[in-house]
């Protein structure tokens, strides 16, 4: 539930530049958060040495993979058809081999492969450097499963190509798994314990990225607050490290400060942050860069303590607020974002008010709203009765979104007037003789092509706007 989930690109089949010495042709559909996008570039990386190229025709696929997620009832509901359909096509086709991927693989790994036999290999989210020996397996006609979770595993050896990509942004994965066991969310079962990456292989992926043209990263992890590098291995065996693992530990804001002035050119976000881990650091160190966006995607869920707590969340509503307030005060202009759920377990319409409350107190500039849907796994699905009649959540969940987009208009409206650096990453999905692009504090902006090109950051003045998307004209490049 804390993921961004873009609507307007599951299932997208992935494809990149082939190689000819490349025989074999791997289909491949991603559904869920940013994590899993990114995991397909990696997956992409590792059978492209096993002779794959990537199509997007699934009638040229000798192998079709699915990254999975379990975080929604509706993209599990998805996968299942996807995979329904898949299973029918191999009746004409008995060489193509079909494989789960992700996080519904640990979970279902059974019903898939056994019960219902509609795929060939089950393959988790750390398992994914076992594929070439997967593939192999099921090539000589036995099922190919590996849903281990690994204590180590952050694929920082491993250069992910960008598929699909607008060769203008990018994401660089810096953590996997979770160790904030909130009880609505699967992400701890299916992905693990948290470990981060190396920082020097992180600052390398940058590097490479913006020698190949790159302008714009997103640092990518369930909690990337909770990042820690202190020379390997899991977040929690962090209090048996050494005196000189600890004096040269690299947390969150150390490496957002070594991205930044790695590559001073190139903008840098990160997702997803936690109330409970975020920390002044990180909005100091955002502070003190041009290059670092004003904008962090702070999840609170519910405006409840009392929900709060039977969420597991750690923190409680006015932390939360005393937390918003020093941001504000550390950097006026910066954007908020949130994910808030309607009608969790015991929910009650005090406790909905108090989430309305946050709203009108932190005037959010966008927000991912969703009604609770019990996750097979999850504590809350294990202890808790799903007790809050459908209608009532989603009449909850329209009062939350109704109050959302005023305050969507009111906090586009602020950018009206002004002049705005815009980072240009494509045409406009509704009139080809405009750009569109994205201001720091991650609004979508749109403005006439005129002599700009893909990749400039250009001073757009804006005119006017909708409640998501601002409306201008470009008046030259940027110091960029």
Known sequence: MEKIIDESIQGDALSLKKDKKNTRNLYIESFGCAMNFSDSEIVASILANEGFNTTQELELADLVLVNTCSIREKAEATVRKRLEKFNAIKKDRPHLKVGVLGCMAERLKSKLLEEEKIVDMVVGPDAYKDLPNLIQEIDEGRDAVNVVLSKDETYGDISPVRLNS?????????????????????????????????????????????????????????????????????????????????????????LLDMVALTQPGMRIRFSTSNPQDMNLDVIKTMAKHRNICNHIHLPVQSGSNRILKEMNRLHTIEEYFALIDDIKKIIPDMALSHDMISGFPTETEEDHQATLAVLDYVKYDYGYMFSYSERPGTMAARKMKDDVPNEVKQRRLSEIIALQREHCMLRTKRHVGKIQEILIEGTSKKDDTMWRGRNSQNVVAVFPKENYKLGDFVNVKINDCTSATLIGEAVGLSEN
Request: charged share 25%.
């Open 166 to 254: 607008n060769g203008v942004s990018a994401f660089v994965s810096i953590t996997r798994g979770c160790d904030n066991m909130c009880t609505f969310c699967v992400v701890p079962f299916t992905r693990g314990r948290e470990r981060s990456r190396d920082p020097q292989s992180i600052i390398d992926e940058v590097n490479d990225l913006w020698d190949k043209g790159y302008k714009e990263i997103t640092l990518l992890g369930q909690n990337v607050d909770s990042y820690l590098w202190y020379g390997g291995g899991l977040k929690k065996d962090f209090a048996k490290a050494s005196e000189m693992q600890i004096a040269t530990a690299v947390d969150f804001s150390n």
